[in-house]
């Protein structure tokens, strides 16, 4: 049973027997070519000149020369003395024309033996074949890695998406434009950094193991330290810390990196994600309105070279400015409810109760407008569109609108029916933060263990005192599902959350 083909079983489920043997047989060939001197895991290095993408865009270039190149075999055709096989690098693919008379018959038999999988490091010159296809002719090799199991077959194998996120190596293997989107991923963020550098922010680090779960409305992890004897949290957000950095004197920072919260899952949702939250002295929400609206269009321009996208069929537009409502304006727009001409909690429950919403009774004004904005409002924002004045009972620290203090001077980023990025004028105020989290604690009293636990020391450190501020952050991974043009934040991670499953390995295939 000669295996050069890979798994060609159209389902998503590797059939038992079909694998064994086929490990069987590699195997065997791994034994045999160890005893020939060939054992590819006592390999150290191969010294690589060039890749793949380098040689065919610049063919004339490399014509005639001896290059070495190294990657993994996809695919293999011809027999005889003659054979043409595909590999592939991390830059792509390029033929390798290999000929018994060129590299000897002992040795063109042990590379007729090589499999689909298999890690080879090739020496030869460059040429184009008769039919146009640039090549290079096989002068020595070596093998540098056995694939033991066989590759998914390319048509029909690993497109069953959960066993391409919990595979996400194999998935890698077989579908190279999912390497593109991880890719496009890292300039994204690099593309961040540098606008943000640019702009003079300061970028930090702060702590991921947290006292107390602060800085924003999640549920955290819990886990416990031995020495300390006691229970910490995975952060639900840096904010709290950063600000103490305004405190001390640094007026622009940021940090990129993982947040954690136990909450559910969806193809928005992921219990670790990865966000930027930046903070400015002596600005406010609009001047963070202005800088994300550069920032999102910067980096489209960078990483896409436009700024006017199509997402899962929907063209969108990064280019600023971006239109602008507030929450009741948004509610009033697609709900028909006029929240200015409603004054009291009564009111507001009359209102949501007509249109089938079902707040408990202890909900405020406030609670509701923000309600019907969730149900009715979020999901028709297509196009990029800051919402404002938020309710300050779900805005704990955000200041107060200085026009009608009601409202939160906080805005949320919305595009293609998707939250974005959250921002704020600050709260400095100590003695208003110490009342928020009071009104808080009430919250959790009532049973709602998401709302935020009172941080003393953050009290105390604005009692040193504060710069009027303007801090927001944005969800990286969301924004690459955007600029990737993917509908699932697993398709922007490489190894999202799953749930386990036990995989009991044959002992045949080990044998």
Known sequence: MQD?????????????????????????????????????FTQLKFDVTNHSKDITDAFDA???????????IMSKRGMGKVSFTDIHDRLGRIQLFTKIDEIGEDAYERWQRLDLGDIVGVTGDVFRTRTGEISIRTKSYVLLSKSLRPLPEKYHGLKDTEMRYRQRYVDLIINPEVKDTFEKRSHIIRAIRNYMDRLNFIEVETPILNPIAGGATAKPFVTHHNTLDMDMYLRIAPELYLKRLIVGGFERVYEIGRLFRNEGMSIKHNPEFTTIEMYQAYTDMQGMMDLAEQLLSTVATE??????????GTEISLAPPFQRFTMEEAVLKFTGVDFSKINTDEQALEAA????????????????LYMFFDFYCEEKLIAPTFISDYPVEVSPLSKKNPSNPKYADRFELFIGGREYANAYSELNDPIDQRHRFADQLKKRDAGDDEANLHDEDFCVALEYGMPPT???GIGIDRL????????????????????????????????
């Open 62 to 72: 490399f014509e005639g020369k001896v290059v070495s190149v190294a990657g993994r």
């Open 4 to 40: 050069n083909t890979g798994a060609t079983n159209p389902s998503n489920e590797e059939p038992q027997v079909d694998i064994q043997e086929q490990m069987r047989i590699r195997l065997g060939k791994l034994s045999e070519l160890s005893q020939l001197g060939m054992d590819p």
């Open 353 to 368: 109760i007509q249109k089938g919403l079902e707040p408990s009774k202890a909900s405020t004004r406030g609670d509701i």
């Open 303 to 312: 990483v896409l070279g436009t700024t006017e996208i199509n997402y899962q």
């Open 480 to 511: 690459v599902m955007l600029l990737t043009d993917n509908p699932s934040i697993r398709d922007v991670l490489l190894f999202p959350t799953m749930r386990p499953i036990t995989a009991t390995i044959n002992q045949a295939e080990r044998q």
């Open 470 to 472: 303007g801090g927001m």
